[in-house]
């Protein structure tokens, strides 16, 4: 009965987060593309997210002892502070500066909760009850953004901005909320223990290979994100079409979660969202991308299965808070990549097609490297994985020392630029005073 009631609040707890995330991240992009934010300056403003919620994820990786003992009490904390922060992103829009700095804060935070709400996942149930409840929080998320994306359009379409952007992120901040103190009284373990001995070799490897297949699919598919709005703005659609995305989306990512079934399947979904991403800069028909989306979702439940279903068989050997920190570092490393290459193109369409390129790389390597649905002897498919994992390491060192140089560079300019509007303030007052 216990573990009964633990599956439904935190499958409870996954809806409330689904209309939350929904509209505080659905609506942020098209927010800043709307705002006239070119595709040069939101992916400008994405990078320090993506650097933070890296260093994140490797100090959590590192050093999971920092939050053994008090494993609940962080959650909730990180839980509330992460929908505080997004709250704020909607005032900021003016100071491209502090945004970004907001939006890395409400992001590092998100990265932070998402690994211990995974790695509380892995505590509280074992083996098929993972997959199994991952599945049913998979849909009860897409539920809930699915209203909570009937919410956002019918609001953009009913209210101008930036009136509209304030009333969302209000609805948002109050239900992201009513899940925090779900969360609360749901019987999570207030403390964990997590193994100390090392990780054998082909643990390493099959763990390695996975976050680089994951990554990958998150470039696509954040660069994906970054020039699907820009791009129907060119083809003059209106904010609600571009907003009605998410709504499609939802419902395929509510089908998506109780499609796919096995690595086959999962990498089945792979090729066809690569395909679909490819091909999105061809539709000149703004109402076309919105059965587009429902199936690019629909195909990318795939991935998300993969990566849990990878992790739920080894997080015992690596740890929970390890192998739930490896899921979420996937993301932002796939955030990084997507915002830094796309600085560096002129169009939407460039990043659409580039972005197609890279989730067929991923599938391809899945392709050859999970040994449960490689088209190569699967002895041949664990040579390759040890590879492709040794080669991918070293840029994975090399990516987490950059991040945390990046980072101390973005936010010593940060402080200058702070220091300089005082200075400006200062001297003006000045001459004011003295009737200059």
């Known amino acids: 009965m216990g573990n009964a009631l633990s599956k439904i609040s935190m499958i409870a707890e996954a809806f409330f987060t689904g209309f939350y995330v929904s509209i505080t991240r659905g609506l942020f992009i098209p927010m800043l593309a709307y705002s006239g934010y070119p595709v040069r300056d939101i992916s400008l403003v994405l990078v320090p997210t993506a650097i933070g919620g890296i260093l994140v994820s490797s100090i959590v990786y590192r050093d999971p002892r920092l939050f053994e003992s008090r494993f609940k009490r962080v959650i909730i904390s990180s839980h509330v502070l992460e929908r505080l922060m997004w709250f704020s992103l909607p005032f900021l829009l003016l100071s491209p500066p502090i945004l970004s700095l907001a939006y890395m804060l409400a992001n590092v935070s998100a990265a932070l909760t998402s690994i211990l709400i995974g790695a509380a996942v892995y505590s509280m149930f074992s083996g098929d009850e993972v997959i199994e409840v991952s599945i049913h929080r998979s849909a009860a998320s897409s539920l809930s953004s699915l209203l909570g994306s009937l919410v956002m359009t019918y609001v953009s379409a009913a209210y101008t901005a930036p009136s509209s952007y304030y009333l969302l992120y209000f609805t948002a901040l109050l239900v992201g909320l009513s899940g925090s103190m779900l969360l609360m009284m749901t019987p999570i373990p207030r403390s964990i223990s997590e193994p100390r001995s090392s990780v054998v070799e082909e643990v390493k490897i099959r763990s390695g290979t996975a976050l680089l297949i994951l990554s990958l699919m998150f470039a696509g598919s954040n660069m994906l994100g970054i020039a699907w709005s820009p791009l129907l703005k060119e083809l003059g659609a209106p904010v609600y079409i571009t907003v009605a995305l998410t709504i499609t989306g939802n419902v395929g990512g509510i ?51 993969l990566g849990m279903h990878v992790f739920s068989e080894v997080n015992d050997r690596i740890g929970r808070i390890r192998a739930s920190a490896y899921l979420v570092s996937s993301n932002y490393i796939g955030l990084l990549a997507a915002s830094l290459i796309s600085t560096f193109l002129q169009s939407p369409s460039q990043n659409l097609i580039l972005a197609g390129s890279i989730k067929m790389l991923s599938t391809l390597i899945a392709l050859i490297t999970i040994q449960e649905a490689a088209i190569v002897p699967a002895k041949r498919a664990y040579e390759i994985s040890k590879i492709i994992y040794s080669t991918s390491l070293l840029g994975y060192s090399f990516t987490l020392q950059a991040s945390r140089e990046l980072l101390k560079t973005f936010i010593s300019a940060l402080a200058l630029t702070a220091l300089l509007l005082v200075l400006y303030i200062l001297y003006r007052v000045a001459l004011t005073l003295i009737g200059v």
Request: proline share 2%; aromatic share 16%.
């Open 255 to 305: 089908l998506g979660s109780y499609v796919w079934r096995g690595y086959k399947a999962y990498i089945t979904a792979m090729l066809l969202n690569s395909l679909l991403t490819a091909a999105i800069t061809f539709i000149a028909v703004p109402t076309y991308h919105i059965a587009v989306s429902f199936l690019t979702s629909l195909t990318f439940l795939g991935v998300n299965l």
